[in-house]
């Protein structure tokens, strides 16, 4: 196996550690309580991540970056660690999950209003192919309804407003940090910052852990594992490896974190979720290729503009 080939094996592993993450997310907070459990998970998480991605010296991040990703970032995991852990039950936490999914075509979609990325036509059926999935996800076998949906927001609204903000906000964090970060990359201060965060907000809230199993151990450590290791596997393949096999490998975890969550949580789906989330995977996949679209036409057009200048050029002479 050469390198750039075991690279992408190191990346493909990261896709299937945060297809673990959802059912993870859920065992935790069961275990250990929501705000608790997360506090934890970030906090293994964090302690991985120092060992095999220790940060440079803060003096060499961008002030800005720092500042505004380390809230983008803090918040994001937060909405969606949080979304997850206050679910009543196996099918919200999975139904969240799905949501948390929407970012990928949101994500483009602001490349395109922000970062003026183009994009091809095809961006609008993509978008309104993942937001139907969503309510395929969420109304189930019912058919699209108003009310049913909601009834999700009067039932749990902590989980079902938190989701959706998450999207917007690690959107956000994608779109911004980019052109903010320079190449710098700051995870593992952010996760160490979210964990800090997690743990101010349990305190502040007076509680306890219940009796410690070795059940709840277990998945604590696999929980921090997956998350610490998934990020440091992907930035690793994303540097070395494949990365349109990547990127395309990765529009995929949702029908795999739905799958294993509903496996290690014992949840029953039905056919109409899983044609949601069908079309969630379709939408983003959609949105991917109208923004490589677009950026061919933005190619082609510099190609000929470049050769429409070189041919006067020659022309004055």
Known sequence: MNQSARY???????VLLWALLVGLFKRVADEWGAVGGAALVYTVASVLLWIIAKPPALGRFPRRY??????????????????IGYANNSREAIEVGMINYLWP????????????QRASLLMVPGIALALLGVFQVL???????????????????????LAPMGVFIWSAYCT???????????????????????????????TGFD????????YLLAAGAALGFGYGAWNLGMLRGNITLLAGASYF??????LLAALMLGASLTAAFWQGAGLVVLGSILCWVSTRQGQRRKAKQSEA??????TASEGDH
């Not at 992408?8 to 990261?14: H, K, Q, R, S, V």
């Not at 075509?105 to 003026?116: C, D, G, P, Q, S």
């Open 8 to 14: 992408t094996a190191i990346g493909l592993c990261a």
């Open 66 to 83: 720092l500042i505004v990703g380390c809230v983008l970032f803090v918040c994001y995991e937060l909405c969606l660690s949080l979304s």
């Open 105 to 116: 075509a949101v994500t483009m979609v602001m490349a395109v209003v922000f970062n003026k």
């Open 139 to 161: 109304e189930g076998d019912h058919g699209l309804s108003l009310t049913t949906l909601l009834d999700h927001l009067q039932t749990n609204p902590t989980s079902y407003l």
């Open 176 to 206: 911004i940090t980019v052109r903010m970060s320079r190449g710098a990359n700051g995870i593992t201060l952010f996760f160490s910052a979210t964990a800090v965060v997690l743990w101010l907000g349990f305190l502040a809230g007076n």
């Open 211 to 218: 009796a410690v199993t070795v059940q709840g151990v277990g």
């Open 253 to 258: 975890i949702p029908v795999l974190s739905a």
């Open 305 to 310: 503009a470049h050769e429409h200048t070189t």
